[in-house]
């Protein structure tokens, strides 16, 4: 039953790039991928720019039940082993903010680098092959698919989550991990906006600012965005990950600044007590933020406030307080929380720690990374730690 030494179900970036690897360990690996085309999340990552690592790499950038698993793969493959990737198919870098590094020629020139590593060490592609279902079978598995039943020595899930259903995601390798016995974590939408019920600022879409938002233990700084259903920008899709329903939002709108300080300071200087509070806030504040943020206050002057109002208008600068009611779900969502549990994994090599030669690699598992590239280098570093154990 076993024509195949690897069937790596998945042709995105973790499943080409543990398949060129494992094949050139002399296996036979066969891809299949239900879409019509290879790589289809690459392609549109980073804005078609793709930002395949970070310079700023660790265990801390990504959440995980286990804060240690990502350990051993990070430091077997580092964010220079992705540039010198990228060189050996004469392809460059750009820095475009703090240690987050593009591809110089497009997110497309990635796939075809890693088409090419897969052509070269003798891969099979096939596309438009969906797996509907693994199973194990003596010392191999049995994979059905789209066009029957194959055997295979080992397997590699690399599905990817739920994120992005218009470029194919799916839910397969959540059924494949629980129909073989290995928990899922509940999966859920991450790095996306948020949406808030009875939003009284949709009239603030477009405004944005530096802030500092914390929930759940974490917090970010970054650009926040408003919009016409709530919140959005880097600093909103960084917090969403630890975001869960009836959870408050806190948000510093003045971060590394004394709101209190600064308002004591201007009442306090000579003519300034006369100040509108809207006007007090434009020079701190986007003009349209300032105006609506204080309600019914933005026309009254600095002096004219009393104490409780100074203290409520001090802490909706540095703490204020957003409840949002859902994110915007899948369709906006950058990449999927949840997955297959990595306490049923090895974090060596990827594989199921009570099905042997089942690998699991990238977004499929419980490992979700920070904004910046994280994501897509725990693709290459995952698959590169399990192409290591194949064999």
């Known amino acids: 039953m076993s024509a195949w030494d690897v069937i790596v179900a998945g042709a995105g970036a973790s499943g080409l790039f543990f ?7 002399g296996l036979a690996v066969l891809v299949l991928d239900h879409g019509s085309a290879p790589a289809r999340k690459v392609r549109v990552s980073g804005g078609g720019r793709c930002n395949f690592t970070n ?34 198919h004469g392809l460059g870098y750009e820095e475009k903010a703090p240690g987050q590094l593009f591809c110089a020629q497009g997110a497309a020139a990635v796939v075809r680098a890693l088409e090419a590593d897969c052509a070269a060490a003798g891969v099979r592609l096939d596309l438009g092959v969906p797996v509907r279902a693994v199973q194990r ?15 295979a020595r080992a397997v590699a899930v690399a599905t990817g989550g739920l994120s992005w259903p218009g470029v194919g995601a799916s839910g397969l390798g959540f059924e ?17 906006p948020l949406v808030c019920g009875h939003w009284p600022y949709a009239d603030l879409a477009g405004v944005a600012l530096p802030v500092r938002a914390a929930c759940a233990g974490a917090a970010f700084a970054g650009d926040l965005l408003f919009t016409h259903k709530g919140l959005s920008g880097p600093v909103i899709l960084q ?28 009442r306090a200087a000579r003519g300034r007590g006369r100040t509108l509070v809207r006007n007090f806030l434009a020079a701190h504040l986007p003009a349209r933020l300032a105006a609506r943020l204080p309600g019914a206050l933005a026309d009254t002057p600095l002096a004219d406030l009393a104490a409780p109002q100074l203290r409520a208008l001090a802490q909706a600068l540095n703490a204020w307080t957003v ?37 699991f690699l ?12 994280y994501n897509l280098h ?9 192409a290591l154990a194949a064999g």
Do not use: K
């Open 19 to 25: 398949a060129a690897r494992a094949a050139r360990r």
């Open 239 to 266: 917090i969403s990950s630890f975001w869960r329903r009836a959870e408050a939002l806190t948000i510093d709108l003045l971060p590394g600044r004394d709101a209190a300080a600064l308002l004591a300071a201007a």
């Open 55 to 88: 310079l700023d790499m660790g265990p801390e950038r990504y959440l995980c039940a286990n804060p240690h698993f990502t350990r051993s793969a990070l430091a077997r493959f580092t964010p220079w082993d992705a540039v010198a990737w990228l060189g050996d």
């Open 362 to 373: 990238g977004e499929v598992q419980d490992v979700t990374g920070q904004l910046g590239g």
């Open 378 to 386: 725990w693709a290459w570093a995952s698959a590169h730690a399990a």
């Open 137 to 151: 079978e003596g010392d191999g598995f049995s994979v059905a698919t789209g066009r029957g039943v194959l055997g």
């Open 176 to 192: 494949v991990a629980a129909a073989l016995g290995l928990r899922v974590v509940p999966p859920r939408p991450a790095l996306v």
């Open 323 to 359: 409840l949002p009611t859902r994110s915007e779900g899948w369709a906006r969502a950058e990449v999927t929380a949840g997955g297959v549990d990595t306490a049923g994994l090895c974090s060596r090599t990827m594989t199921a720690r009570h099905v042997p030669g089942l690998y």
